[in-house]
């Protein structure tokens, strides 16, 4: 079973772009399906992206395409998030997760990290 450990945290400004890395330790780390999730203050756990294990298959929420790229490097054992064109309201605080269905539920992975936290100011 892996670990997994976010970092990147951030305060920017509307418009700006930040960048998310999660790193995982155990193996295989290619047998998982790697999402980002995130929750605001006040609302529930929200799926932002997710990845297929070889990296192929990616998929991300409507409320960020076209902005936020997920890939992942399966020797550095790495998952990333670029996120382009922040709004404030991507403000939260953003997870890496792991498990084996390729769900855009949050309740589908099993395996979180302690979160990260993205603060878009307008």
């Known amino acids: 079973q892996v670990q997994l450990v976010e970092s990147g945290r951030g305060l920017v400004q509307a418009g700006g772009s930040l960048r998310l890395s999660c790193t995982a330790s155990?193996?295989?780390?290619?047998?998982?399906?790697m999402p980002w999730l995130r929750q605001a203050p006040g609302k529930e756990q929200e799926f932002v992206a997710r990845?297929?294990?070889?990296?192929?298959?990616?998929s991300n929420a409507d409320s960020v395409k076209g902005r936020f790229t997920i890939s992942r490097d399966n020797v550095k054992n790495m998952v990333y998030l670029q996120m382009n064109s922040l709004k404030p309201e991507d403000t939260a605080v953003y997870y890496c997760?792991?498990?084996?269905?390729?769900?855009?539920?949050?309740?589908?992975?099993?395996?979180w990290g302690q979160g990260t936290q993205v603060t878009v100011s307008s």
């Open positions: 997760a792991a498990g084996v269905a390729y769900s855009s539920r949050p309740s589908a992975y099993y395996i």
């Open positions: 990845i297929s294990g070889s990296g192929g298959r990616t």
């Open positions: 155990g193996r295989p780390f290619s047998d998982y399906v």
